[in-house]
């Protein structure tokens, strides 16, 4: 089992609970494969709610760093409350998301602060493919708009979505390609941080 | 059937869930948030979370149709003609069938970006606008402070809708935002028609809509700069019937609420740090 820490411990502003989020961690990590050897850290940003919502999932010195908003561990209908299964979800998306980092195949990508936004919608897609695959609750046509948003509303955007929603396997280089055909590339560069929210 | 229905009367399905605005207002985590830079509130696509908060934010339009319609229907039935002419009731009448098909719309708009009844809570201080037991002011909160509200939200999200590139989103707000005119034109006209003879109710419903439209402004909400998320829309708003005078009033308004919510969460974040260092009484 990889070894998990969880930030902040306690919690000051919410009434989460550290250890019970680091045990949904724990199981989700065995979900997906992530390497026993593997230590993850989970920084919870509590000052941020609904829909305030964010994750970065970033290998550094070999170790898993999670960073994630407040706001997706909430439950919507009860503000303020935790929602585990929505926990489960979102920390199994990420932990994907590092999994790939941890292989060869996204050797060359960038930290998650350095993603455009294209980028980012793409790979966010096939890590959430895979993850209804795992049998988590996730919201296909919710993903679709957040892909829609960067990539656009067209015939092209949607055919690519079905193969990142439906993939496997697939390389950096092939998110690269896919943020070509669909005209994401080329979206002039935004002065807004794409890792805004984590920067305090 | 009853009349003069209270907010806390309203008919919802196991979906819903209602929220009371004091949860939000004293969550600890506001006043943190207020002091971040989470971007621009004005939405768009590079702005963080864009696809929650739109979602989140399409939501919130969707309990306010509701809210819209239940107010205009009780328009139709509190009043007796002398109260309120039978004209008038057919005006709300008319406006009922349009929130309806507005609510189905939102529905669908919720259903595009992905999120459905009941993900987020309803806050039910739109209707309560509506339960003003004098019919002019009732008209003056729901008519032209609500609906005046509405045609700012419509013309944002319709920019939303454009600006991303989304046909369906920007299609059904520009048709949403054509029908919220006509509704505030008629909150105009009534309110002119009803108050002919009686400059001093007209006074009091004025400074009621007032009222209403400062709650609307609540934290920056709506305003002219890149911090409000939802724009004043001062050519929709002319068509409807609002004098310049009137909108110059309203961005003065929206601006003061602005800069309060600033100066509150600069005190709220201090007042939280000299509690967590131990500090305070």
Redesign the interface.
Known sequence: VSRVTVTPDPFTLIAYDAKEIAAIVEDCAALVGVDPGVDIGVAVDEELFAPLVGTTADVVDGRVEIWISGGNLENTRQPRTFAPEQARRDLTIALLRAKDRLSDDFAAAPDDGRLSRGERAAWDVYAVGRAARLGAPVRRQAQLYEFRLQHGFTDVADAAFDRLWQAASITWEGIREICKETGAADRPDSKIPVDLLRRK | MKKFLSESELARDERF?R?KIE??LF???GA??AA?????AKMA?????????S??LMHGIFVGEIQALEGAGRTCYDFDDDAAPFQLKLDMARQCWDESRHCEISVKLG?????EI????ESTFLFAAACNPDPVLRLCGVNRALEGLAIDVFSSMKDFGSQ?????LEFCEDWMLADEVTHVKMGSDWLRRLTEKDPERRERALEFQRTVDAIFNLGGFRGEDEENPIQLARKFRELAGFTDEEQDSLAELARQSTEQARQMAQMATAALDVS?QGGGS
């Open positions: 869930v929220t949860d939000r969550d600890p985590r943190k948030v971040r830079n989470t971007g621009p696509v590079d702005r963080p979370a864009a696809a929650e908060r979602r989140s259903d595009h970006m992905g999120t009941g993900e987020y809570t991303s590139g989304d046909p369906i967590a």
